[in-house]
């Protein structure tokens, strides 16, 4: 129950409950940025961007897609998708295959170098991820999961 101090306004019209939205979301930007920072670093070794890495990781771990579903899953646009898949392309990390029967729509198929590198990466970022969490125990990394899929749902 929210008391009458927490509807009080500030000089900005923020309340107390305004502000620890505020503050939660902040906080949630700045690791955001934080693991991000951490995970394109390690990345930007084996020659990956961050986007990049997630069409190789989507791809990996699911059937053949076409481009549209794949920009669905990764949440951009199949435009930006176009030019991640041309690069990957171009390095022999995936391939377009043509839909039988429809020659507009194209499938996005991982290569075997593409499933070689995302293997190799995918240790190296568990273990990244695992360190940048380390202060958590497994109960609270959960916790954070779902509280994280719930405010996303």
Known sequence: METQAQNQTDQHGCTERNRRYMDAWLQL?????????QVAAL??????????????????????ANQQELADRLHMTKG??????????????????????????????????????????????????ESMLSSLNVTEVETLGHLLKKATA
Do not use: M
Not at 29 to 37: D, L, N, Q, T
Not at 43 to 64: A, D, I, K, M, N
């Open 80 to 129: 930006n998708l176009v030019g991640l898949i041309d690069r990957l392309t171009e390095r022999g990390w995936v391939e377009r295959e043509q839909v039988p029967g429809d020659r507009r729509v194209n499938r996005v198929k991982i290569t075997e170098a593409g499933k070689t590198l995302i293997h190799a990466v995918l240790p190296e970022q568990a273990t990244v991820v």
């Open 43 to 64: 990345l930007q070794v084996r020659g990956l961007t961050v986007p990049q890495f997630e069409v190789l990781s989507t791809l990996s771990s699911t059937s053949c």
């Open 29 to 37: 930007i700045r690791s955001y940025e934080h693991f991000h920072g």
